[in-house]
């Protein structure tokens, strides 16, 4: 079973940018849906964005237009492009396998985001 382990997180200002990468100990070629998910202090996790193994996309209405997901098959890693980041985008990111919107893969360690006003 293919393990993901997210990093990329940090401290930004709003109104920054970062790009959160999601490595994969084997092959994700043949992996359709990988998507990021994120739980902020106090709240369920909430899907971001998923992408097929044709890199079709599907995003949240809360993030749509400000992040992008992408992923490398020749490198095994799935990438969230994150920009114009707001306070309320604070929390852990994780990326799992995903059907749509639904994840279905086991959770890591995610990477925690953290926006100052």
């Known amino acids: 079973q293919v393990q993901l382990v997210e990093s990329g997180g940090g401290l930004v200002q709003a109104g920054g940018s970062l790009r959160l990468s999601c490595a994969a100990s084997?092959?994700?070629?043949?992996?359709?849906?990988l998507g990021w998910f994120r739980q902020a202090p106090g709240k369920q996790r909430e899907f971001l964005a998923v992408?097929?193994?044709?890199?079709?996309?599907r995003y949240a209405d809360s993030v749509k237009g400000r992040f992008t997901i992408s992923r490398d098959n020749a490198k095994n890693t799935v990438y969230l492009q994150m920009n114009a980041l707001k306070p309320e985008d604070t929390a852990v990111y994780y990326c799992?396998?995903?059907?749509?919107?639904?994840?279905?893969?086991?959770w890591g360690q995610g990477t925690q985001v953290t926006v100052s006003s």
């Open positions: 799992t396998r995903a059907i749509g919107a639904l994840p279905f893969g086991s």
């Open positions: 084997g092959s994700i070629f043949s992996i359709d849906g």
């Open positions: 992408i097929g193994s044709n890199g079709s996309t």
